[in-house]
């Protein structure tokens, strides 16, 4: 449930209410107590006729009265005539719900052509218009007696409502249904601009470039999309901004940094010199690739670059590189920021185990690259730790080997950047694999 959009999780609610007020309809109709079902009347209450007809066979006449009077109740009403009423059996379906009420009384013992089913009104007068034959009547039960009398039952229920159950279930069921895709229709109408919203966050975040969203749908649902669509410029104009400080600043500090390696390269030749010379070296290498993290994420996303291409270019260049080839494989990274991905794992590679061992496979999607290195490996819980700016393992990955703790961050910036990941396992024999999912280009 947790993984299902908001939409969906709002058709799931309204569907389970039909359902459930489906379910409680159809148990009130079949739960209730007074002999009927939805095809005429139940085995207990057909016993009941018959044992009333052989009780009237053979009551003499002074004993009917007090008989009636003690049979007479709330359930149904009971009297003996000398002429049969005129037979009403009110229509196609409330024919078929007669002929199956006699039936059942026939089943219990009693001879068939003695009995006579009607539906007759409930006293409310005949009505106007089609549905005066069909609805408002109840059954009426006429038992031929062997003294030539006849018994007629009157049960108080409406049997309308059982022999249109089913029809009635069924339209409400319809009903339901229509209800159902209306319900689903109205909510992906008002979900519809939050998932556009989703869809534009997602598109700014991989881009940093703002695109203004049409207020929809409901008022606190624009509220919201007005004020991302603020958000989004004032995050563009402090990216801007941070760009020319950036950049103002790699400016000067290049400056500095030249004029004072020109003034040791005055100085007479000494270690200290030498010494100087080499901070100074190191000092600029640290301003450049602190500038270059604090700049990634001013750059867009997207290029196309041949990652068996660019390793075979490496390869020529660094004999500690083991990589046996591949067929070309674009992915959807510029050339630039593929080379210094791979630049950074395989250096740290070499700088650790002394050589760097790639491979590369693909799937339908994604240009899967590792990075293998028979170096000391990476502790389980600072697997995370070492893509964060500025982290160094200390021990094994020690500052012995020098760096300034950027080089992780650089490529997870620049591998999330262009829709990837990078993770880090334990090779089999000892060291390292770092494992870079790239999607392919289209």
Avoid: C
Wanted: no cysteine; proline share 5%.
């Amino acid at each position: 449930m947790r993984r299902l959009p908001l939409s969906l999780r709002l058709v799931l609610i309204v569907a389970g209410a039909i359902f459930l007020l489906q379910i409680a309809a159809f148990a009130v109709q079949v739960t209730r107590d007074d002999g009927f079902t939805l095809g005429g009347i139940r085995p207990s209450f057909a016993r009941q006729v018959v044992s009333l007809a052989r009780l009237f066979d053979h009551l003499p006449p002074l004993r009917r009265a007090l008989a009636l009077e003690l049979l007479n109740n709330a359930r149904f009403d009971v009297v003996v005539l000398d002429n049969p009423p005129a037979p009403d059996p009110g229509g196609l379906l409330l024919g078929w719900s007669a002929r199956v009420t006699a039936d059942r009384i026939a089943a219990e013992g009693l001879d068939r052509d003695r009995i006579e089913v009607s539906n007759v009104r409930s006293g409310r007068g005949e009505g106007e218009g089609p549905l005066a034959r069909m609805v408002g009547r109840h059954l009426r039960i006429t038992v031929a007696l062997q003294n030539g009398a006849y018994l007629v039952i009157n049960p108080a229920s409406e049997v309308d409502s059982y022999v249109y159950g089913g029809i009635l279930g069924a339209v409400a069921a319809l009903v339901g249904l229509l209800i159902l895709v209306l319900a689903v229709i109205l909510v992906f109408r008002e979900t519809r601009p939050l998932a556009a919203l989703t869809a534009n966050v997602e598109a700014f975040a991989r881009t940093a470039s703002p695109r203004e969203l049409e207020p929809r749908g409901a008022s606190d649902l624009r509220s919201l999309i007005g004020a991302t669509n603020a958000m989004q410029h004032q995050i563009a104009a402090l990216i801007r901004n941070r760009a020319l400080i950036l950049a103002g600043m790699s400016h000067d500090l290049r400056t500095q940094v030249t004029k004072l390696r020109l003034r040791l390269e005055l100085l007479p030749s000494s270690p200290g010199r030498e010494q100087a010379v080499a901070d100074i070296e190191a000092m600029q290498a640290m301003v450049e690739q602190a500038l270059e993290f604090a700049s990634i994420a001013d750059r867009l996303g997207g290029g196309r670059a041949d990652v068996a291409g660019t390793l075979d270019r490496m390869r020529a260049d660094l004999p500690e590189l083991g990589w046996s080839g591949h067929a070309p494989l674009a992915v959807a990274i510029g050339e630039p920021a593929l080379r210094r991905v791979l630049d950074n794992l395989i250096g740290n590679a070499i700088a650790y185990g002394r050589r760097a061992d790639v491979n590369l496979t693909a799937t339908a999607t994604q240009a899967r690259i590792e990075v293998a290195d028979r170096g000391p490996g990476v502790p389980l819980a600072e697997r995370e730790l070492i893509f964060e700016p500025f982290y160094r393992i200390e021990g094994s990955r020690s500052r012995t080997h020098g760096g300034t703790g950027l080089g992780l961050a650089i490529v997870r910036q620049l591998v999330d950047r262009h829709g990837g990941r990078i993770t880090v396992s334990d090779r089999p024999g000892g060291g390292a694999v770092f494992t870079v999912w790239l999607p392919l280009a289209i």
